[in-house]
């Protein structure tokens, strides 16, 4: 036994368990081919869990801060990107790749620009009055999300809105008998790069290593001389982004959109940070691949248990590991 | 002393939360050597050093560093102006290998060689386990890792918060050498409840009992007054050998 979880560690240890999950799907399903489609899908729809949650994570690692607004800087990403599709609809269309990039590009340039911005506006007029007051955290962040929710409702209406998808990220492949969707091997890409992006500046740069340390412990950062204020602003702006960019890339894979997909992924996003451990997006990574892979799973193998799902993984992480399962270092 | 003391704390009340904890705290530190605050558990020592650090605010009182006010001072301009402080915990950040820890406590992040050799013969465990991560060192070696981050750069005023709690007698006799070193080029103020280490390094003492100050003078006078430590400190030399 005790050799058995030395090779597991040696081995990666709790970064197996997506590999363990795919596996026993893999059993389970029988059938490859769908296997494969659905493990893409799972994939996919985990790297956009994980930017949604990723800067969540860091903004309550770093300064324990409880945002429930967080969920409107997705709403307005998708609906950014929706409306910025639409606008460039020529290009979507066209049958050129330039254009199709240059498209896509923008729309997401959009929504992440926003997301930098109101970031920045939600951090100073509304996040930093209540530092250090869950309560009031709770209170003001959700008022907050309120006021959100009915400005998309003012500004796009109540109606489902459908959500063009350029050319060439429309259809599959066909590989032998398995179909992979290419917007899903896109969204799963370009979360990808974006983790490593993020792991890059956490761990190699000096801002990184502020971050880090700051997580840890924030009084001892600013006793060395640094003012982890400005340092949590700027945390809270580029996570604010990255949720406004998965809810863009999550506008493009659902294909119709509703003011409230942002509070319907919330949950999701809740459940990754808390079964990954707060603070470290390594540990958001690992929890947004199992919450995405699980769904898709129970989704095909038992349907009417796809809603229950994440909530019983939650469950049962956080019995065997009260912090998560790849929590930062707290002293 | 007519030479203007490097820190000087007047008339000082910290409250934390509802609890008045620090009532009237008055002491001078001299510019240079150690200066050692004293007191039983509970006393307000490490209140003391958080209010001067701007990590608690003082209610009343004013709080000078070189003749200039700190009392409402943001922690990081306090840092900056020159003190370093190291807390009774430690404050090591675990998750970061010892270098990193050693390149936050630098204002650009390089290393001056000389003082990095220095510290690496002060305390030889943090050049071997340099690339490690701090989490892993032994509760000795993490205090010298807090005392090395302090001196990494020159500060004027260090602060130091019990470090010899818990530690071997072994590493508090290098400790005692280092401390030594460091009060050459820097002033310490430090909260101690080792008498011996506390005798052999301080020249002044305060002694803070219940958030007053109950004593304030020479250390040599304290340590030949057996009757004034029992008192004060409800200890005596022998027992806490
Ligand atoms: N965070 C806190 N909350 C409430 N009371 C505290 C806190 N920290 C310290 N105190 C109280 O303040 C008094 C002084 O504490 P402290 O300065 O830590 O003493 P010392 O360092 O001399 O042992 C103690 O009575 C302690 O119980
Ligand atoms: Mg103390």
Not at chain 1, 248 to 265: F, K, N, R, S, V
Not at chain 2, 6 to 23: C, E, F, N, P, R
Request: net charge neutral; aromatic share 8%.
């Amino acid at each position: 036994m005790e050799r058995l979880q030395q090779t597991v560690a040696r081995m990666g240890g709790v970064n197996l368990l997506p590999v363990a999950v795919a596996l026993a799907a893999l059993i389970a399903i029988g059938a490859p081919a769908t296997w494969v489609t659905l493990t893409v899908a799972g994939l996919a729809m985990g790297m956009m869990i994980f930017l949604m949650a990723s800067g969540l994570s860091l903004v309550f690692g770093l300064m324990d801060v409880l945002n429930f607004g967080h969920s409107a800087f997705i709403s307005f990403g998708a609906f950014i990107a929706a409306s910025t599709l639409a606008l460039l609809s020529g290009w979507v269309a066209a049958d050129s790749l330039l254009y199709n990039l240059l498209a896509l590009g923008i729309a997401i340039s959009a929504a992440g620009l926003f997301g930098l911005v109101a970031g920045w506006f939600f951090e100073v007029v509304i996040v930093k009055p209540v530092y250090q007051d869950h309560l009031r955290q709770i209170l003001i962040t959700m008022g907050a999300l309120i006021v959100a929710e009915q400005l998309i409702l003012a500004i796009w209406g109540g109606s489902p809105l459908s959500v063009p998808r350029p050319a060439f990220l429309q259809g599959s492949w066909l590989i032998g008998d398995t179909t992979i969707e290419i917007y899903r091997v896109f969204a799963f890409l370009l979360g990808f790069v974006a983790f490593l992006g993020l792991r890059y500046t956490l761990k190699s740069t000096r801002i990184g290593l502020l971050i880090r340390a700051g997580v840890e412990n924030r009084e001892m950062v600013e006793s060395l001389g640094f003012r982890i204020d400005r340092l949590f602003a700027g945390v809270f702006m580029v996570g604010s982004a990255l949720a406004a960019i998965g809810g863009a890339m999550w506008a493009g894979y659902e294909t119709l959109i509703t003011p409230d997909l942002g509070a319907e992924m919330m949950v999701l996003v809740f459940i990754v940070v808390i079964i990954g451990g707060l603070g470290s997006i390594e540990g958001s990574l690992l929890g947004a691949l199992l919450v995405g892979l699980t769904g898709n799973y129970v989704g095909f193998l038992a349907p009417k248990l796809a809603l229950a799902s994440n909530m019983i993984l939650m469950m049962v992480i956080l019995l065997w590991r009260p912090q998560g399962l790849r929590p930062a270092v707290r002293t | 002393m007519s030479a203007t003391p490097i820190l000087s704390l007047s008339g000082v009340k910290t409250d934390i939360a509802q609890y008045h904890v620090l009532h009237d705290v008055s002491f001078d530190v001299p510019e240079g050597g150690v200066h050692v605050l004293l007191g039983r558990n509970g006393a307000g020592k490490t209140t003391t050093l958080r209010t001067i650090m701007g990590l608690w605010q003082a209610r009343a009182g004013t709080i000078r560093f070189r003749g200039q006010e700190i009392t409402a001072a943001h922690t990081t301009e306090i840092a900056r102006m020159g003190i370093a402080y190291v807390p009774e915990n430690m404050g090591i950040f675990g998750g970061l290998t010892v270098e990193e820890n050693m390149r936050l406590a630098s204002h650009d992040g390089t290393f001056d060689p000389d003082r990095l050799s220095r510290i690496h013969t002060l305390f030889p465990a943090m050049k071997q386990f340099w690339a490690k991560p701090a989490g892993a060192l032994s509760g000795g070696q993490k205090q010298m890792l807090a005392i090395s981050r302090a001196i990494i750069e020159r500060r004027d005023l260090i602060l130091i918060d019990e470090p010899t709690k818990g530690l071997a007698p072994a590493i508090i006799a290098a400790m005692i050498e280092a401390f030594r070193e460091i009060a050459t080029e820097s002033t310490i103020l430090l909260v101690e409840q080792n008498f011996n280490f506390a005798r052999s390094l301080g020249r002044g003492v305060t002694v803070i009992d219940d958030g007053r100050v109950a004593h304030d003078g020479q250390m040599d006078a304290l340590a030949d007054d057996s009757a004034l430590q029992t008192r004060l400190l409800s200890l005596s030399l022998d027992q806490h050998q």
